[in-house]
Nanobody, 124 residues
C-alpha cells in the first residue's frame, strides 16, 4: 500500500508560479514511478507529467512542456511539481499518482495509488 497526500495548491494570477508537493508513505518509494494528473471542471482527467522510478527520465504533456518540472526527493519520500508561467487553462484539481516499477508513458489506469487532489486556480 502507498498513501499519497498532495499540498501546495492555491489561487494565483496568470504568469505566477506554484509548487505542488506529494508526500508518499508505505511501499518502496524509490521503485515507484510518480505521475501528476489534473482534472478541470467538466473535463476528463489528463496526464501532466511523470518521473521514472530511477529518476533517469521525465515525460510531460505538450501544454506544460517548458513550464512545469517534476522532481523527487527519495530521502523525503516526496515528489514535486514546479509550475511556472501559469495560465488560466492550468486551472484544475491536481492529483499525484504512484505506479510501482511503471513506465513514464503509462496511462492513468496503470497507476495503482492516487492522492486526494489539490486545487489550482489561475486567474487572468
Amino acid at each position: 500500500q502507498v498513501q499519497l497526500v498532495e499540498s501546495g495548491g492555491g489561487s494565483v494570477q496568470a504568469g505566477r508560479s506554484l509548487r505542488l508537493f506529494c508526500a508518499a508513505s508505505g511501499r518502496a518509494f524509490s521503485r515507484i514511478t510518480m505521475g501528476w494528473f489534473r482534472q478541470a471542471s467538466g473535463k476528463a482527467r489528463e496526464f501532466v507529467a511523470a518521473l521514472f522510478w530511477t529518476g533517469a527520465s521525465t515525460h510531460y504533456t505538450d501544454s506544460v512542456q517548458g513550464r512545469f518540472t517534476i522532481s523527487r526527493d527519495n530521502a523525503k519520500n516526496t515528489v514535486y511539481l514546479q509550475m511556472n508561467s501559469l495560465k488560466p487553462g492550468d486551472t484544475a484539481v491536481y492529483y499525484c499518482a504512484a505506479n510501482y516499477l511503471g513506465g513514464i508513458t503509462d496511462p492513468a489506469p496503470e497507476y495503482d495509488y492516487w492522492g486526494q487532489g489539490t486545487q489550482v486556480t489561475v486567474s487572468a
